[in-house]
């Protein structure tokens, strides 16, 4: 189960792992800047809430002090190919309601060529602030730094003209602040091979295996004890074997992956399900472009927090991150369950975006479902829909707002809860790297359970140093 929360207690400062990667990356991006392009921006913030606890009965009005960096760098050399993005960010709650927090965001991976179409070493990092407990409030409190490292060799063999083979092995690590149950170490081994039918067009068979060791059975294993749970041991084998067509057009792409999946726990019979994986792009004018994608598949939190996998194309839909390259908007909490759980995941989902010279904007609704193996307590289903829109009045002035409209009901013990987050802002430009945006925002929780309904309106100042 998700830990207990404790009232008054600010973050964890960021993990020593994180604050390797991070460091990592950062020097990694200045030592090679002359080579890639690395760019960065700092910023600054005053926000006032008026219920920054969250809290349905003891609401907190407090002003928060947010300095953080953003950074990037990008490289694709013939040795290194990397692309690295992160934020790190300070908060200090100025009336003292929680102890000040430092949060990392980290997206990242690099690949090093060692010997041409032959072998390579690739990197991939991937960290946020996720929930202690879904069931709460994303509070101070309720705040917790996650990272998934994930690196190993790929082995490259040709066996044609036009089919190449491909044998990968990987070391993954993935680690919780404050949920241990989630921390584990995974050995992982692929087989594929791959066949060109043309310049566009490329299909592939795909054998992979991955094992999971808890670093802490006993936390884990407490999410198993339920009458009718497969087993109480939470380490497992998952095996999946799948087919995979891409193609990308002019106007319109294709990611298709069909197959099966297996997980073997270690000690109780083994569960299988069609895998099944579909996502298609159209543009339909240099404006306008549409993306449907639809998931049927075993996963964990682990794989829930690998942002994007090589190969798909799916882009962002985080409404209040699309407005984010008008000013920075700094790390907002994920919504994952953190735990040693594997769960089927079922959802589709569609995006919708426009873009001109004056005026962008995106839609995207979704439905899912997430139906765990053993426990089922957290089994839920979703339905949301966020918009984001921005317009440029002047050529460096720019009023933006966003939306975002969630329903989920926990199918276990009858629970739905409803959350709405809106905002409007405006940002200008004041010299080619200094720029400020304000901003005010709303968010609310209605939940049938009583207690758990809140609503909290904020203020934003902020000023941003672009490289």
């Known amino acids: 189960m998700q830990g207990d929360i404790a009232r008054g207690r600010g973050l964890m400062p960021a993990s020593k792992l994180l604050v390797g990667a991070i460091t990592l990356a950062l020097t990694t991006a200045t030592a090679q800047a002359s080579t890639g392009q ?8 005053l926000m006032h809430s008026d219920n920054v606890s969250l809290s349905s009965t003891d609401p907190i009005s407090q002003n928060v002090l947010i300095p953080g960096i953003n950074f990037s760098y990008a490289q694709t050399g013939s040795t290194v190919q990397a692309n690295v993005a992160g934020t790190l960010e300070y908060r200090d709650y100025l009336g003292n309601a929680f102890s000040s ?17 032959r072998l390579d070493f690739t990197v991939q990092d991937f960290a946020g602030v996720q929930p202690l407990s879904t069931l709460a409030s994303n509070a101070p ?7 998934v490292l994930r690196l190993g060799p790929t082995l490259h063999f040709r066996l044609g003209e036009t089919m190449l083979g491909q044998a990968e092995l990987r070391y993954i690590n993935s680690d919780a602040s404050k949920n241990k149950e989630f921390n584990s170490s995974r050995g992982e081994a692929a087989l594929r091979i791959f066949k060109d039918l043309s310049a566009t067009t490329q299909v592939s068979v795909n054998l992979e295996s991955q094992n999971v060791v808890f670093a802490n059975p006993s936390a884990a294993a407490e999410a198993f004890y339920l009458p009718g749970a497969l087993t109480t041991d939470p380490n497992y084998t998952r095996n999946e074997l799948f087919g995979h067509y891409v193609s990308k057009l002019s106007q ?16 109780a019979p083994s569960t299988s399900t069609p895998l099944a994986r579909f996502t298609v792009g159209w543009l339909a004018t240099p404006s306008n472009r549409f993306q449907l994608s639809a998931v049927h598949q075993y996963s964990d939190a682990a794989e829930d927090l690998i942002l994007q996998q090589p190969g798909q194309t799916l882009f962002g839909t985080d409404a209040r991150q699309s407005s984010a390259f008008i000013a920075p908007l700094g790390i907002n909490t994920g919504n994952s369950v953190i735990d040693s759980q594997v769960y089927l995941d079922r959802h589709v989902e569609g995006i919708y975006s426009y873009s001109s010279e004056r005026l962008t904007f995106s839609i995207s609704p979704r439905y899912g479902n997430s139906d765990y193996l053993n426990n089922p307590f957290f089994n839920q289903s979703d339905r949301s829909a966020s918009t984001a829109i921005n317009y440029r009045l002047t050529p460096v002035t720019t009023v933006f707002g966003f939306g975002t409209e969630e329903s989920i009901t926990y199918r276990s013990f009858d629970r739905r809860d409803r959350t709405g987050d809106y905002g409007v802002g405006l940002a200008r430009q004041e010299t080619p790297h200094w720029s400020w945006r304000v901003s005010v925002s709303h968010l609310r929780r209605s939940s049938s359970v009583p207690n758990n309904s809140y609503s909290e309106n904020e203020i934003y100042v902020g000023i941003v140093y672009k490289r």
């Open 101 to 117: 927090q430092i949060l990392g965001q980290l997206s990242s991976q690099v690949n090093w060529t060692i010997l041409p179409q």
């Open 38 to 45: 690395f760019d960065y921006s700092i910023y600054a913030g």
């Open 252 to 267: 319109v792409d294709f990611d298709l992956a069909l197959g099966w999946s297996q997980i073997d726990f270690h000690s």
């Open 141 to 147: 409190n309720n705040q917790q730094q996650t990272n």
